[in-house]
């Protein structure tokens, strides 16, 4: 879920300005899934903006405290939200770690990444969910190094109804900045869309994998 609406359109505008999102339903983007999509979403270009990266950070901070609690330690999946999170950790003044999609196969062999001991409170951080299955992979790693996870926060999300399910089969609260219906009111706003465009993006988002076909 969002945090609130203001906090919605406000984290959407700042991802159009710098062009982390970008949205061509003329010419769609192609993900490593193969699906075909209207829309692309890079937040890392987050990093680049330091009046962002600041907003980004201060309310993925105050978020995660309001709804968390302060954890002991700030967690970032690989790659994507190891910026962001060592960003958030830093604002809170914790400890942070990140964890890989899979162990090494060399050296230590680690997935995660970092100082953690058992029973310590984990907050997750994403940068973008889709479908959560690399996101609920992270924390099935962080599981199982007997630490307790207490929630995850990402910037952006898609709002797919197979994520939805994903986190409440593992039980897993998860609160985003904003998310694709917040993105297309905002897009639509601003003209960076025209309605025509919005039905298209509609379209897209209700049944993702089966877009192409249409």
């Given at each position: 879920?969002?945090?609130?609406?203001?906090?919605?359109?406000?984290?959407?505008?700042?991802?159009?300005?710098?062009?982390?999102?970008k949205l061509n339903p003329k010419?769609?983007?192609?993900?490593?899934?193969?699906?075909?999509?209207?829309?692309?979403?890079?937040?890392?270009?987050?990093?680049?903006?330091?009046?962002?990266?600041?907003?980004?950070?201060?309310?993925?901070?105050?978020?995660?405290?309001?709804?968390?609690?302060?954890?002991?330690?700030?967690?970032?999946?690989?790659?994507?939200?190891?910026?962001?999170?060592?960003?958030?950790?830093?604002?809170?003044?914790?400890?942070?770690?990140?964890?890989?999609?899979e162990a090494k196969s060399h050296?230590?062999?680690?997935?995660?990444?970092?100082?953690?001991?058992?029973?310590?409170?984990?907050?997750?951080?994403?940068?973008?969910?889709?479908?959560?299955?690399?996101?609920?992979?992270?924390?099935?790693?962080?599981?199982?190094?007997?630490?307790?996870?207490?929630?995850?926060?990402?910037?952006?999300?898609?709002?797919?109804?197979?994520?939805?399910?994903?986190f409440k089969k593992n039980d897993?609260?998860?609160?985003?900045?904003?998310?694709?219906?917040?993105?297309?009111?905002?897009?639509?706003?601003?003209?960076?869309?025209?309605?025509?465009?919005?039905?298209?993006?509609?379209?897209?988002?209700?049944?993702?994998?089966?877009?192409?076909?249409?």
């Amino acid at each position: 879920m969002i945090f609130n609406k203001h906090t919605a359109r406000k984290t959407a505008e700042v991802l159009l300005q710098i062009n982390a999102i970008k949205l061509n339903p003329k010419q769609p983007f192609t993900w490593a899934s193969g699906w075909k999509s209207p829309i692309y979403c890079d937040n890392r270009m987050v990093l680049s903006f330091p009046p962002i990266r600041n907003y980004i950070r201060e309310t993925m901070g105050k978020q995660i405290e309001k709804q968390f609690g302060k954890p002991d330690v700030i967690a970032g999946v690989a790659t994507g939200a190891i910026g962001i999170g060592m960003l958030v950790a830093e604002y809170m003044g914790l400890p942070f770690i990140y964890v890989r999609p899979e162990a090494k196969s060399h050296g230590r062999k680690n997935q995660i990444e970092g100082f953690i001991q058992k029973g310590q409170n984990v907050v997750v951080v994403e940068d973008l969910i889709s479908t959560g299955k690399s996101s609920l992979n992270a924390v099935k790693a962080l599981n199982e190094a007997k630490v307790n996870v207490k929630g995850m926060i990402a910037i952006f999300t898609y709002g797919f109804e197979v994520a939805s399910e994903n986190f409440k089969k593992n039980d897993i609260d998860l609160y985003t900045l904003s998310n694709y219906e917040s993105l297309l009111d905002q897009a639509l706003e601003t003209k960076y869309i025209s309605q025509k465009d919005l039905k298209t993006l509609s379209t897209w988002n209700d049944n993702p994998s089966k877009w192409n076909a249409n």
